[in-house]
């Protein structure tokens, strides 16, 4: 999941003035940036199809 400040920044849907300020920090904000993607990729890491089918599997046998 995204966390905000961890491994993304959020911001409400439609604020233009929220995405314009997080948009600024990643141009202005190099560590946080490369904070940002390092976490991204590992959190992207985490979702496979493998891990997906082993949860699904122990999601149907807690229903048999």
Known sequence: YGIDGKNCLMIEPHNVAGMVGNVRKLIENDELRE??????????????????????????????
């Open 35 to 64: 904070q940002l993607r390092r976490e991204g990729v590992k959190t992207a890491k985490s979702y496979t199809w493998e891990k997906c089918a082993e949860r699904m599997i122990d999601f149907i046998n807690t229903l048999v």
